[in-house]
């Protein structure tokens, strides 16, 4: 836990433009929170670098097919950078059904998007970027009244809005930021040093290394042969 200027403070001692007890001027700390902002909006579009997986839920309209989300939006949220498994919807009696997320041309290939009145099987993100950062969900087919949609997306780090502002970090990544973002100041001003550059690409796979999706073992059943067994009871 730190605050933004005493992270900044930190990275720009690493390239050597700031010394112990120092402090940021008024100009550093707005061109260095801006440039911070920029910094942490582009490790979250990379999935490793994201330490949570959000879930959001919202109440179906019956026959609605698609829905904006994003700050202010029908699902009010953040804006997600990306959906992943698992999305379900849940109806009235507590039960749960997989919603297979498809890109936009399988989504296109779909005749009749309003066919029906069921349990939505297939849902659609649409990343469009909005003056108002919100997106678009599809689902189809068209829901029936009385079920919850369900996804799971990672998102962006919200931005940083005062170099005052303290961040809770999980483990791993204050030194992965502070590192990363001194060489980030350092681009085109100045050589880093090989210890810092060693520092920052250590920290990062580290950081990497946790955010790694575990892995879920399938089997084909038509390549499996004998179906049936169960590896507890045998045949």
């Known amino acids: 836990m730190a605050t933004v200027s005493t992270m900044i403070l930190r990275s720009m001692r690493m390239i050597g433009e700031k010394t112990r007890g120092a402090t940021l001027t008024s100009n550093e700390q707005t061109e260095t929170l801006a440039e911070l902002n920029t910094f942490i909006e582009s490790l979250t579009i990379n999935r490793l670098m994201s330490y949570a997986i959000t879930e959001d839920t919202h109440a ?13 939006a029908t699902i009010n949220t953040t804006r997600p950078v990306k959906l992943v498994d698992p999305c379900f919807v849940r109806d009235a009696g507590g039960y749960d059904t997989p919603v297979q997320i498809v890109n936009l041309e399988q989504y296109g290939m779909i005749v009749d998007k309003t066919v029906g009145n069921t349990y939505p099987t297939h849902i659609y993100y649409d990343g469009e970027y909005s003056a108002t950062s919100t997106a678009t969900l599809s689902v189809y087919p068209s829901p029936s009244a009385a079920l919850t949609l369900h996804i799971n997306s990672w998102k962006t780090l919200a931005n940083l809005s005062t170099v005052s502002q303290t ?21 085109g001003f100045r050589p880093v040093s090989a210890e810092l550059a060693k520092i920052a690409r250590d920290s990062m796979a580290a950081v990497k290394s946790i955010n790694i999706p575990s892995p879920v073992a399938r089997s084909d059943l038509g390549a499996v042969g004998q179906v049936g067994r169960n590896i507890f009871t045998g045949p």
Do not use: C
Request: proline share 9%; charged share 5%; net charge negative.
């Open 60 to 72: 179906m309209t019956a026959s609605t097919l698609t829905y904006t989300i994003g700050p202010g």
């Open 167 to 187: 961040l809770m970090l999980p483990p791993g990544y204050q030194l992965m930021l502070e590192s990363n973002f001194a060489i980030h100041l350092a681009a």
